[in-house]
């Protein structure tokens, strides 16, 4: 693949405005110092609450992070700079079980049922359909926006940050802003690896083997990147090199601080 192709929105098929902004999608990480309007807030906000919910349930909230001091202490947690400061707004996606744990108990109810993995499972699902809601409409509205996984590094300092009670995890965050970046578009994995028809996509064969022209693409894509800056490593090297490293939010003890928020016990 040639440098210029990473510049281009990918092509299939069938487009319409929507299909467009989701193909087009993009990681930003640099932004304008500039807050969203309230109009473009509220926009964001009411279609997260649209997003469709596990039986009506309603299990996620949304904390709009606007302090500054809190912000830059997230970002220590996430170890991201841009995190941190005034740069786009920082919305907290929040699976929540509080509220029906505690609509439960003044109705006389135990809380058991709530504190399945199932339930949870369900509930992490209403907030990342709301965050992937909020991101989608940020973009068509000519916004650029980064997930923040990076939070789970310490998920109970952030728990301690955001002042989450019982029964709440801080599944994710949504950094949308002006951007002040144009990246190029990261290649995704070759369509018959990840999608299939009644059954698992199966390789018979190496899968190193089977991705070796993919790692290039990868490796090419990095290097327009970074403009031959730093690593450049192939899909396959991140995979069996990088994951599980110390100090990153594979190794946090996330299932330890889901037991101590009441969640997950069985």
Do not use: W
């Amino acid at each position: 693949m040639q440098a210029e192709d990473y510049r281009k929105v990918p092509e299939v098929g069938v487009t319409n405005p929507t299909i467009d902004v989701l193909r087009a999608h993009r990681t930003i990480r640099k932004f304008e110092d500039s807050p969203l309007s309230l109009q473009d807030r509220d926009a964001l906000i009411d279609v997260a609450r649209r997003a469709p919910t596990s039986s009506f349930r309603q299990q996620f909230s949304i904390i709009h992070v606007t302090d500054v001091t809190l912000r830059d202490q997230l970002a220590e947690v996430a170890q991201q700079p841009y995190v941190g400061t005034s740069k786009g707004d920082l919305f907290m996606f929040v699976v929540d079980l509080y509220r029906n744990a505690r609509i439960r108990e003044e109705a006389g109810l135990d809380i058991a049922p709530l504190q399945r993995t199932n339930l949870f499972l369900a509930a992490m699902e209403d907030a990342i359909l709301a965050a992937h809601n909020m991101e989608v409409a940020a973009e068509s509205m000519g916004l650029g926006t980064v997930y923040l996984g990076s939070l789970l590094r310490g998920p109970q300092r952030t728990i301690e940050l955001l002042k989450l009670p019982r029964m709440t995890f801080p599944i994710l965050g949504l950094l949308v802003g002006r951007p002040l970046q144009d990246p190029p578009y990261r290649p995704r994995l070759p369509k018959h690896l990840a999608v299939s028809e009644n059954t698992y996509p199966v390789v018979k064969g190496s899968y190193l083997e089977e991705l070796a022209e993919y790692d290039e693409d990868v490796r090419a894509y990095y290097e327009l990147r970074k403009a031959g800056l730093g690593a450049t490593n192939a899909f396959t090297q991140q995979i069996s090199e990088q994951m599980g490293l110390p100090d990153t939010y594979d190794t946090a003890p996330v299932l330890e601080v889901l037991h101590s928020q009441g969640l997950c016990l069985n």
